[in-house]
């Protein structure tokens, strides 16, 4: 005789109730293996989108139920930390979310942040550049910081090297340069190292102080020449100064005829340019009145001041010229003659100042009984040259010449 099968119910609790899912054998046939809970999952993933919150779900919204939200179709509710990139976020990485301002990722409020390398220089993270690429050898390093010698990376056309730190007697200078002479430092034997290949300068190419001789011309050590010699006989000094011309004109005039001392270099400059001279642009009068001298208005040569007669030198430069002696008389004008007379308009002191008072034609403007102006002599070498006791004052109505001399060119 047969026995019958006993059968036990299995039972899931639902929403406050209670749903008969299936009735299993408890006898007859050996062992029934344990319900497996992959059915219990399936029955729990059914359920949502149905409308009912169920006790293991967040929300429940049906067919509403959505990835942006506000109910997922895992009836999770959907916001920033979930995992998922809704509506108005930025980014979102659930648990990985960070609450930093800086450093890269996603905040906890679902932003991108800020970070070096992003290509943005950003002030919260103290960026001093941001490049937004990962090459060490431009002008913006990987840590967003200015790149600079001593770094240790090597700026691609502006460093030759970087060894980080800052010795001038290693392989790298302080400076960023290979050593040797042109890289900026003085090392060894160099007397200078002013890191450019400029010989106009005050250190040369070769690393050697600049000097009157070296046949290199420095304007800033106030060479005017340099033809690497110590002659003082072939148009440039030992002092580097070169000759300049000095005539008297072949002209005569009034005190009165000049109007002013830019009147008188005027003269000068049109009887040079007339007798081809260089440099006729430059020419001025030896003449003082209130508004100006030479002492005030010439270039202060340290060349020779010549004659156009066999080079016949006046002068070795303006301390010379000034002592109260000259080397040969100023009686060769423009063209290359002599003159013969004597006189010239100066009112000039043997420093180059004006004499004082106003014996000067009333600004070498003004020809009268009244009127008076100092003279020189172009046949003395002593201070008569310029300020001539004998002549003085004489009358601006006297018709006499003027000393004319070349400056440096303007």
């Not at 209670?18 to 999952?41: F, R």
């Not at 029955?43 to 409308?51: A, E, L, P, R, S």
Request: charged share 25%; aromatic share 6%.
């Amino acid at each position: 005789m047969t026995r019958p099968i006993a059968l036990s119910p299995v039972v899931l609790v639902h929403g406050g109730g209670a749903m008969l899912v299936g009735i299993l054998s408890s006898s007859c046939c050996g062992d029934v293996p344990p319900m497996d809970t992959s059915y219990t999952e399936m029955f729990m993933k059914q359920q949502c989108g149905n409308g009912t919150i169920e006790e293991w779900e967040e929300c429940d919204d049906g067919e509403a139920n959505s990835d942006n939200g506000p109910c997922s179709n895992e009836c999770i509710r959907v916001g920033c930390g979930d995992g998922l990139l809704d509506e108005g976020e930025e980014c979102d990485f659930g648990d990985a979310n960070v609450a930093d301002d800086y450093g890269g990722g996603c905040s906890t409020a679902c932003v991108v942040l800020p970070e070096c390398g992003d290509g943005n220089v950003d002030a919260i993270g103290d960026e001093e550049c941001d490049d937004g690429n990962t090459n060490e050898n431009d002008d913006c390093l990987n840590t967003c910081e200015a790149a600079r010698c001593g770094d240790g990376k090597i700026q691609i056309g502006v460093e030759e090297c970087d060894d980080g730190n800052q010795v001038d007697n290693d392989d790298c200078t302080n400076g960023c340069k290979n050593p040797g002479c042109g890289n900026g430092v003085v090392e060894g034997d160099e007397e200078c190292d002013d890191g450019n290949q400029n010989d106009t300068d005050e250190c040369l190419s070769t690393c050697i102080k600049a000097t009157c001789g070296d046949a290199k011309i420095q304007p800033v050590l106030g060479e005017e020449c340099d033809d690497g010699n110590q002659n003082e006989d072939d148009g440039c000094t030992s002092s580097c100064g070169r000759d300049r011309v000095v005539f008297v004109t072949s002209a005569i005039y009034q005190g009165g005829d000049f109007g002013s001392l830019d009147g008188a270099d005027t003269e000068c400059r049109f009887l040079a340019e007339a007798a081809g001279l260089d440099n006729f642009e430059t020419f001025r009068a030896w003449l003082s009145d209130r508004t100006g001298s030479p002492a005030t208005r010439f270039f202060q040569s340290k060349g020779r001041y010549i004659l156009l007669q066999n080079e016949r030198v006046v002068a070795y430069g303006w301390e010379d010229l000034t002592d109260g002696e000259i080397w040969t008389t100023i009686d060769v004008d423009e063209n290359g003659d002599v003159i013969n007379q004597a006189r010239v308009w100066s009112n000039t002191a043997i420093d180059g100042t004006q004499i004082p008072g106003e014996d000067d034609c009333v600004g070498w403007s003004m020809v009268g009984v009244d009127t008076m102006g100092r003279q020189g002599s172009f046949s003395a070498t002593d201070s008569n040259w310029t300020d001539a006791d004998t002549f003085n004052p004489g009358f601006c109505s006297n018709n006499v010449h003027l000393y004319c001399f070349e400056q440096s060119a303007e």
